[in-house]
Nanobody, 113 residues
Framework: VQLQASGGGSVQVGGSLRLSCAASGIILSVFRTSMGWYRQAPGKEREFVAEITDTNRNYADFVKGRFIISRDNTKRRVYLQMNGLKPEDTAVYYC???????WGQGTLVTVSS
């Protein structure tokens, strides 16, 4: 399984970004079971951000109401729409196939005030 994250960049407080994760070498059933986004801020441990399963979307409390996870099964892509960005959202964002325990290379998001 290969996961390629993209879409990161630098934005100001309150701005928006849309991250994309392209998955290859993964069968549809595994892709649909669970895909997630995580992040790691400088000097901190990697933490869960959001997950999309076959039936649910789950979010960390600190992004509820601001971030939306979605996917395109045909394209094997997972998206993270990030709105209302805050400086504390600054981190490298990673996508993950939960079932395969595979990680992408990460994409950097920087939010400045």
């Amino acid at each position: 399984v290969q996961l390629q994250a993209s879409g990161g960049g630098s934005v100001q407080v309150g701005g928006s970004l849309r991250l994309s994760c392209a998955a290859s070498g993964i069968i549809l059933s595994v892709f649909r079971t669970s895909m997630g986004w995580y992040r790691q801020a400088p000097g901190k441990e990697r933490e869960f951000v959001a997950e999309i399963t076959d039936t649910n979307r789950n979010y960390a409390d600190f992004v509820k109401g601001r971030f939306i996870i979605s996917r395109d099964n045909t394209k094997r892509r997972v998206y993270l729409q990030m709105n209302g960005l805050k400086p504390e959202d600054t981190a490298v964002y990673y996508c993950r196939s939960t079932v395969m325990d595979s990680w992408g290379q990460g994409t950097l998001v920087t939010v400045s005030s």
